[in-house]
């Protein structure tokens, strides 16, 4: 069964840092690019960063360029996304999911195998 699970969220102030994680089971993260992406209370979901099947290349959202960071370790089979700078605005669901990346709309997804997110709230 193809399950991804995202973890890491939680409550942190404006300023402040998260990492969050992406593990699969039921197949290997290694073989995709990855995406992550975020859906805020009555929006859409948007995605915020991509990575390469070998890490090699990154793309972001300009909204947190500069401030995250999308990284993986294939070793583990985990792909991570550390958040600095946070801001009221990046609260949102974060999820993970194998993806195409883009340089101009930064990453697209196909992926039907959503998981639960972690959420990501930013408050003082």
């Known amino acids: 069964q193809l399950q991804i699970v995202e973890s890491g969220g939680g409550l942190v102030q404006p300023g402040g840092s998260l990492r969050l994680s992406c593990a699969a089971s039921g197949f290997t993260l290694n073989y995709y690019a990855i995406g992550w992406f975020r859906q805020a209370p009555g929006k859409e979901r948007e995605g915020v960063a991509c990575?390469?099947?070998?890490?090699?290349?990154?793309n972001y959202a300009d909204s947190v360029k500069g401030r995250f960071t999308i990284s993986r370790d294939n070793a583990k089979n985990t792909v991570y996304l550390q958040m600095n700078s946070l801001k009221p605005e990046d609260t949102a669901v974060y999820y993970c999911a194998p993806a195409s990346c883009d340089t101009i709309v930064v990453v697209t997804t196909s992926w039907n195998y959503w998981g639960q997110g972690t959420q990501v709230t930013v408050s003082s």
């Open positions: 990575i390469s099947s070998s890490g090699g290349s990154t």
